[in-house]
C-alpha cells in the first residue's frame, strides 16, 4: 500500500508561483511512475505532469508546458510540482499519483493505482 500526501496549495495572485509537494510512504517510491493532475469544479481529471521512476522522462500538458516543472527526489520520497505565472483557469484541486512501473509515466487517470487527496489551488485575477 502506497499513501501519497499532497502539500504546497493555496491562494495566489495571477502571475504568481506555488510548489506543490506530494510525500509518499513505501520503500520502493524510486520504482514509481509519479504524476499530477488536476480538477476543475463541474469538469473532469486532467493531467498536468507526470515523471519516470529515474526522472529520465518527463511529460506535460501542452497548457502548462514552460510554465510548470515536475521532478522528484527519490531520496526523500517526495514528487514536486513548480508552477510558475499562474494564471486564474490553474485554479483547480490538484492532486499527485502514483504507478509502480519503470516504463515511462502515464498522462491519464487510469494509468495510476494510487492517488493523494488533492490540494486547492486557487488563482485570483
Known amino acids: 500500500q502506497v499513501t501519497l500526501v499532497e502539500s504546497g496549495g493555496g491562494l495566489v495572485q495571477a502571475g504568481g508561483s506555488l510548489r506543490l509537494s506530494c510525500a509518499t510512504s513505501?520503500?520502493?517510491?524510486?520504482?514509481?511512475?509519479m504524476g499530477w493532475f488536476r480538477q476543475a469544479p463541474g469538469k473532469e481529471r486532467e493531467f498536468v505532469a507526470a515523471?519516470?521512476?529515474?526522472?529520465?522522462?518527463?511529460y506535460y500538458a501542452d497548457s502548462v508546458k514552460g510554465r510548470f516543472t515536475i521532478s522528484r527526489d527519490n531520496g526523500k520520497n517526495t514528487v514536486y510540482l513548480q508552477m510558475n505565472s499562474l494564471k486564474p483557469e490553474d485554479t483547480a484541486v490538484y492532486y499527485c499519483?502514483?504507478?509502480?512501473?519503470?516504463?515511462?509515466?502515464?498522462?491519464?487517470?487510469?494509468?495510476?493505482?494510487?492517488w493523494g487527496q488533492g490540494t486547492q489551488v486557487t488563482v485570483s485575477s
Open positions: 499519483a502514483a504507478e509502480p512501473t519503470r516504463r515511462g509515466a502515464g498522462t491519464r487517470p487510469i494509468n495510476y493505482t494510487y
Open positions: 513505501g520503500r520502493t517510491f524510486s520504482s514509481y511512475a
Open positions: 515523471i519516470s521512476w529515474s526522472a529520465g522522462s518527463t
